[in-house]
């Protein structure tokens, strides 16, 4: 009788391991982000403080586990069979939604999913059983649902966002007036008496409350409480003295040390409040399973009420948890790609912007605007200049090392993102919600580099259109882990036959994404960026420049002749894949062309000449992508809007431009990818063959015009991709021969 119920917990147990695989993938960007963004720790000892904080964590996280348990349902309405069927359709759901967000490097709150995720599957099961009893209506949902506590979840969930992001800039604030950006200047006494505030609020709320959730809490519970106010002015007494002594005989920076304990304090936190959404679940099903196990009655029959008290956890469970999630935390690259984003939009200065501006970021801007000037019209200026003052970064001058790299942000901020989250994260597991600190961490992040003008005129558009779509993609999250976790409930509801099928589905969708995402990890590699840190000399501009340029030749070979095949052959799907390719090429070169300002100031001071050779090598490259985008666009319009196809000898004459052009394109690739670059000449004298046949083709248009031809839409796209063609060749031929004018005139030099 037990069996099907057996392998649900054998798939519940395998479901939980790849959970905390792709949660972990998901929420390292919570507490790794500030160490490693401000370089404070070497990476690999960051990683080691983490570890032990995830193991510490873990075992401090068994009194959250009742969340799953009975924090969003009443357990004693629901049967064991309904249990099992919840507790399935949130762990494929949560997977399904977690794996998604890593793969695009998003990061996502896993207690928004999984509170939803349980709502949503248990509102399912509720309203099949009220459907199935004809003495209930749908009134009767609030019996089967914690509603008060789901709602306290959720509104908590929800103001922590305000919460976090203000008190974030608001100490944030006051600390850069206290240090300034010369903290290494400071008077030793304020370093000390820094580190004694940020470690006392560290260990007091990280572990003496986070011991509550701890077997062993009993022994200790008489020396913590009432004595809270004794404790905090002790530790702080001590660890000012313990700071000042590592600052006077030790030399220690005391900011490092801060970052170190608040990185293992936050990677804490977040294991201990956040192991419940992994593995919350499939404890609670195992406990099912036993007390169901030993009652003997049918599973359709027996009250799942005893979720309702308090059950120990499995303190061996749980370290394996932390275990895994340890090794995730080393070996995922997906989680490298969430803790990117997060780096990027907080970070101090300037850089490539992951995300693009929208309508309402703008908006944002030019309020915040408005209110600043507003502020500043009020505020005496000394009291503005005073601010300002302590808000001056100084002017470093950096050595023309091309190794050199500056931190996203100090490590005062780094201190305070840590110090904050902390907090609010323990206030909130000691009070045994599952606030999402995703949702803290983030949020911190933000007001902190808000509140320490990372956000610019130059930067502000980007980075709150970055915030824009995380903070919307929780939301999305919530919605869609609510209506996703729902309809597998009902399939699992509908037939049992449906789990085995779900879990065959989330294989090959992770199986997919997990190589979807190595794809795009290698083309990262392989592509050949002009960083502007390579590009400090002639050679370095010239060596860096060539593998870009034989890489967009293969490129523009690739998708011209796509073109003028898919056309041929009217195939719409082909044409739409290849326009996104186009426009991927043009977004590179944009960006290439974005960095030019960084160029320039990284030059040495012999090869300044290098920066107008560098600016008409981009302009003559972003001119033959426009071209081909041209020709991409026109080509997929006229196919997408079912007009005529061109006629045979139309493109039998594309034809044959696309062979020579391909030719072309592959002599510039070989030399470029050689450096051979005493054959230009020959290769630019090509190009007069190409532009007869182009002009000829144009001539026999005419000519049919003239006579037979009855398209004028087929004549306008036959007659843009032959002009284009045109400005793709003269684009081409311009970019060599500045090329050989500037090879020809260094070999003088040298």
């Not at 000042?244 to 970052?259: D, G």
Request: glycine residues 6%; proline residues 2%.
């Amino acid at each position: 009788m037990g069996e099907p119920y057996i392998l649900m917990l054998v798939a519940l147990a395998v479901l939980a391991v790849v959970d905390l695989v792709v949660g972990v993938s998901n929420d390292a960007v919570n507490f790794l982000n500030s160490a490693i963004g401000s370089r404070a720790i070497k990476v690999r000892n960051i990683m080691i403080i983490a570890s032990i904080g995830v193991f510490m964590g873990a075992i401090t996280s068994s009194g959250m586990m009742e969340v799953a348990r009975k924090g969003i349902f009443n357990p004693s309405m629901f049967m064991f069979q309904d249990i099992m069927f919840i507790f399935m359709a949130v762990m494929i759901t949560d997977i399904l939604l977690l794996d998604i967000f890593n793969s695009l490097g998003m990061p996502t709150s896993t207690t928004v999913s999984i509170v939803f995720e349980l709502l949503g599957a248990a509102v399912c099961v509720s309203l099949i059983k009220i459907s199935q009893n004809d003495s209930q209506s749908i009134a009767d949902i609030w019996n089967y649902i914690n509603h008060k506590k789901a709602i306290q979840i959720i509104n908590g969930i929800l103001l922590s966002v305000v919460v976090a992001f203000s008190v974030g800039a608001i100490v944030q604030f006051i600390s850069r007036l206290i240090y300034s950006f010369n903290f290494e200047k400071r008077a030793n006494y304020i370093n000390a008496l820094f580190g004694g505030f940020a470690i006392t609020a560290i260990t007091y709320f990280i572990i003496i409350k986070g011991m509550k959730g701890t077997p062993f809490y009993k022994d200790i519970k008489h020396l913590i409480e009432g004595n809270t106010i004794m404790i905090i002015a002790i530790s702080f007494l001590v660890w000012s003295l313990i700071s000042q002594a590592l600052i006077s005989f030790f030399k220690v920076n005391v900011l490092k040390l801060i970052i170190g304990v608040g990185t293992f304090s936050l990677a804490m936190a977040f294991s201990g409040n956040d192991l419940v959404n992994f593995v919350g679940v499939p404890i609670a099903a195992w406990n099912s399973y036993q007390e169901w196990q030993i009652s003997g009655i049918a599973p359709d029959a027996f009250s799942m009420g005893i979720l309702a008290k308090k059950v120990p956890s499995n303190v061996w469970l749980l370290l394996l948890a932390g275990g895994i999630m340890v090794v995730t935390l080393w070996t995922s690259s997906k989680a490298q790609n969430v803790i990117k984003t997060g780096i990027d939009l907080s970070r101090q200065g300037e850089g490539h912007e992951k995300f693009q501006p929208n309508p309402m970021s703008r908006i944002v801007v030019r309020v915040a605007m408005g209110i600043n000037a507003g502020i500043s019209a009020i505020v005496p200026k000394k009291t503005l200049a005073f601010v300002d003052a302590k808000f001056q970064k100084p002017v470093i001058e950096l050595p023309k090392d091309k190794t050199y790299e500056m931190p996203a942000f100090d490590l005062v901020r780094a201190s305070v993102n840590l110090i904050v989250a902390g907090i609010l994260i323990s206030i909130a597991t000691s009070m045994k919600l599952p606030l999402s600190t995703t949702y803290v961490t983030f949020m911190v992040a933000m007001g902190t580099s808000l509140a320490d003008r990372a956000w610019g005129r130059e930067s502000a558009v980007y980075r709150v259109a970055g915030v824009i779509n995380v903070v919307g993609g929780w939301f999305l999250t919530a919605l869609t882990a609510f209506i996703a976790a729902a309809l597998v409930a009902y399939l699992i509801s509908w037939d049992m036959v449906m789990i085995p099928v779900l879990l065959l589905v989330v294989a090959l969708l992770i199986g997919r994404n997990t190589l979807i995402h190595r794809k795009k990890a290698k083309e990262v590699k392989k592509q050949v960026y002009m960083e502007r840190a390579e590009l400090i000399t002639i050679n370095g501009v010239i060596e860096e420049s060539s593998g870009h340029i034989a890489g967009v030749a293969n490129r523009i070979n690739k998708l011209y002749s796509s073109v003028v095949n898919d056309l041929a052959n009217h195939d719409l799907i082909k044409l739409r894949k290849t326009d996104k390719h186009v426009t991927k090429l043009n977004d590179e070169i944009d960006s290439l062309k974005d960095g030019v300002f960084y160029f320039i100031k990284s030059l040495d001071d012999t090869s300044v000449q290098a920066s107008r050779f560098y600016i008409l090598i981009l302009g003559y490259l972003q001119d033959v992508a426009q071209s081909i985008s041209y020709i991409s666009r026109a080509t997929y319009k006229h196919v997408n809007n079912n007009h005529k196809n061109l006629k045979k000898g139309q493109l039998k004459d594309l034809k044959t431009i696309d062979n020579t052009l391909s030719k072309l394109l592959e002599d510039i690739s070989s030399t470029f990818e050689n450096r051979s670059f005493d054959h230009l000449e020959n290769i630019i004298n090509e190009k007069k063959e190409l532009l007869k046949e182009v002009s000829a083709s144009i001539e026999k248009q005419v000519s049919r015009i003239r006579t037979d031809e009855t398209s004028p839409k087929n004549t306008t796209l036959y007659f843009s991709i032959l002009i284009e063609t045109q400005d793709l060749v003269s684009g081409l031929m311009s970019l060599l021969q500045t090329y050989e004018e500037f090879h020809v005139s260094t070999k003088s030099v040298n």
